[in-house]
Structures are given as C-alpha cells and as structure tokens.
C-alpha cells in the first residue's frame, strides 16, 4: 500500500485547506485512513479517522472545524480544515490501517503552517 498526501501549505488564521491522501497498491486490505499530525516539539496526535463503511472520529481540538471523508472510486481521503488556528501548524500525516496484515501505512508528511 502506497500513501500519497499533499495539500498543506501557508494559511492565515481563520482560513482553509483541504488535505488529500491518495492510495494505491493493495487497499482492498484498508479498514480505515485518517490523518495524524506533528507540531514541533509535540508528540504525533491523531486528528481524524474514516473508516470503510464511513464512520468517523476526530480528535476535540478538530470537532466542528475539520472534516474527514472519502471517494471510494478515487482512493481518496481528505481532510477539510476550516476556522484554521495558530495551533493547527504541523506535518500533516496520512496513515491507513490494515487488519490483514495487521499493519499501518503511513504517506509523506505535509506541512501545515497557520500564520496570524
């Protein structure tokens, strides 16, 4: 399984961006993608989960601002980030979850920078 993200940037505070995380290779063993993030100094927090029948869960410094979802026939899962925060800036990154094998995929990291 491959990951490709790509979407991050320079933002203002109180603006948008929406990631996006392309797979490929062997994703019919994919049970679910999200995103994860890094900010320096800071260990990688989960941000947002999408799973294959659609469920969601997003960490509480994200709910109400950002939203997950997926296109099934393009392999994608993105992440909408609106009403972004100072506190948003970090790498930005893709992960998939294998039940068999058990295993997670990770893409590149994106950055994320919220400007004021």
């Known amino acids: 399984v491959q990951l490709q993200a790509s979407g991050g940037g320079l933002v203002q505070a109180g603006g948008s961006l929406r990631l996006s995380c392309a797979a490929s290779g062997s994703i019919f063993s994919i049970n679910a993608m999200g995103w994860y993030r890094q900010a320096p100094g800071k260990e990688r927090e989960l941000v947002a989960t999408i799973t294959k029948d659609g469920s969601t869960n997003y960490a509480d410094s994200v709910r109400g601002r950002f939203t997950i979802s997926s296109d099934n026939a393009k392999n994608t899962v993105y992440l909408q980030m609106n009403s972004l925060k100072l506190e948003d800036t970090a790498v930005y990154y893709c992960?998939?979850?294998?039940?068999?094998?058990?295993?997670?995929?990770w893409g590149q990291g994106t950055l994320v920078t919220v400007s004021s």
């Open positions: 992960y998939g979850f294998s039940t068999a094998p058990s295993k997670i995929y």
